[in-house]
């Protein structure tokens, strides 16, 4: 999965979250202090690139113009559409679904693995980010909105500032179902959504988005890399061995597959490290970053946030 390393290269500024006060302890945000949906501004970012499997399918463009269609829909009503997936749709999701389910049970974290079951999300059928979102929101009071596309980085990481996921909901190719250059409903529901029932995960997400409000381009930029290597491509100790929590591994075999192989080094998590760590996001990353635990995660990305102040 390649689609979230896009949503981290560009840094222009264009969201209408950006620049309001805040409590770096505000963690539950009411509906009264949520930004109106409506205000996101986003440019091209339904477009499908040339390089895209389904670029020259018609059909799939045009059922990913009637998926884009419900997400710019919730951002008139606030209301969630279900899509009905069909068939040939379902068939993809299974058989990712299925082949991830066995991969994870291997390496995945064993809290991610819980959350999964938790949700409801399943190997038969694709998940309705309606009941997701519902979920999430009693659990740790995290939503997911609908978005149509890739969104640039600080509009994108600004919204977790409100415990805000921006979620896509079409799905990847039927001719390539293992790849998708961009986000899709199996990188959301299998590699990110699970995650956000974790209270420490889901404060540290909102610490990110804290961030990315106040951030100048540098502070961004390093923000942008310690998403990557804990929100994509985290690694966490668990019980004297180390297990995968970042949605880039638990959403694609190969990435799962190469993060436990003897071509990558897993080295301890180090913030100062991490922030400097210039990566190559079209390449297999060959070091990866283990946290000893998300309340530690949290804690050194609050001190980090806090930093940006002075
Ligand atoms: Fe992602």
């Given at each position: 999965?390649?689609?979230?390393?896009?949503?981290?290269?560009?840094?222009?500024?264009?969201?209408?979250?950006?620049g309001?006060?805040?409590?770096?302890?505000?963690?539950?945000?009411?509906?009264?202090?949520?930004?109106?949906?409506?205000?996101?501004?986003?440019?091209?970012?339904?477009?499908?690139?040339?390089?895209?499997?389904?670029?020259?399918?018609?059909?799939?463009?045009?059922?990913?113009?009637?998926?884009?269609?419900?997400?710019?829909s919730?951002?008139?009503?606030?209301?969630?559409?279900?899509?009905?997936?069909?068939?040939?749709?379902?068939?993809?999701?299974?058989?990712?679904?299925?082949?991830?389910?066995?991969?994870?049970?291997?390496?995945?974290?064993?809290?991610?693995l819980?959350?999964?079951k938790?949700?409801?999300?399943?190997?038969?059928?694709?998940?309705?980010?309606?009941?997701?979102?519902?979920r999430?929101?009693?659990?740790?009071?995290?939503?997911?909105?609908?978005?149509?596309?890739?969104?640039?980085?600080?509009?994108?990481?600004?919204?977790?500032?409100?415990?805000?996921?921006?979620?896509?909901?079409?799905?990847?190719?039927?001719?390539?179902?293992?790849?998708?250059?961009?986000?899709?409903?199996?990188?959301?529901?299998?590699?990110?959504?699970?995650?956000?029932?974790?209270?420490?995960?889901?404060?540290?997400?909102?610490?990110?988005?804290?961030?990315?409000?106040?951030?100048?381009?540098?502070?961004?930029?390093?923000?942008?890399?310690?998403?990557?290597?804990?929100?994509?491509f985290?690694?966490v100790?668990?019980?004297?061995?180390?297990?995968a929590?970042?949605?880039?591994?638990?959403?694609?075999?190969?990435?799962?597959?190469?993060?436990?192989?003897?071509?990558?080094?897993?080295?301890?998590?180090?913030?100062?490290?991490?922030?400097n760590?210039?990566?190559?996001?079209?390449?297999?990353?060959?070091?990866?970053?283990?946290?000893?635990?998300?309340?530690?995660?949290?804690?050194?990305?609050?001190?980090?946030?806090?930093?940006?102040?002075?």
């Amino acid at each position: 999965m390649k689609g979230a390393a896009q949503q981290m290269l560009t840094d222009t500024v264009s969201s209408a979250v950006t620049g309001a006060e805040f409590e770096i302890e505000n963690f539950r945000v009411s509906d009264e202090d949520l930004p109106e949906f409506k205000d996101l501004k986003f440019e091209n970012i339904n477009e499908l690139h040339i390089d895209h499997p389904g670029a020259n399918d018609a059909g799939y463009r045009a059922r990913r113009d009637y998926i884009a269609s419900c997400a710019k829909s919730f951002r008139e009503t606030g209301v969630i559409t279900d899509v009905e997936y069909n068939a040939r749709e379902q068939r993809v999701w299974r058989y990712v679904a299925e082949e991830l389910e066995e991969l994870q049970q291997k390496y995945a974290s064993p809290f991610y693995l819980r959350a999964k079951k938790d949700l409801g999300i399943r190997t038969d059928q694709i998940p309705q980010l309606s009941e997701m979102n519902r979920r999430l929101k009693e659990l740790t009071g995290f939503r997911l909105a609908p978005i149509e596309g890739l969104v640039e980085t600080r509009g994108f990481l600004s919204w977790l500032s409100y415990r805000v996921m921006l979620c896509t909901q079409y799905i990847r190719h039927h001719s390539q179902p293992a790849y998708t250059p961009e986000p899709d409903i199996v990188h959301e529901a299998i590699g990110h959504i699970p995650m956000f029932t974790n209270p420490n995960f889901a404060d540290f997400s909102q610490f990110i988005g804290h961030g990315a409000r106040i951030a100048n381009d540098k502070q961004l930029e390093e923000l942008g890399r310690l998403y990557w290597f804990t929100v994509e491509f985290g690694l966490v100790e668990h019980e004297g061995s180390i297990k995968a929590y970042g949605a880039g591994l638990l959403s694609s075999f190969g990435e799962l597959e190469h993060a436990f192989s003897d071509k990558v080094e897993r080295r301890p998590f180090d913030l100062e490290t991490v922030i400097n760590h210039e990566y190559t996001y079209s390449d297999m990353q060959p070091i990866l970053y283990v946290i000893p635990s998300y309340a530690e995660l949290k804690e050194v990305t609050r001190r980090y946030i806090e930093s940006f102040n002075c």
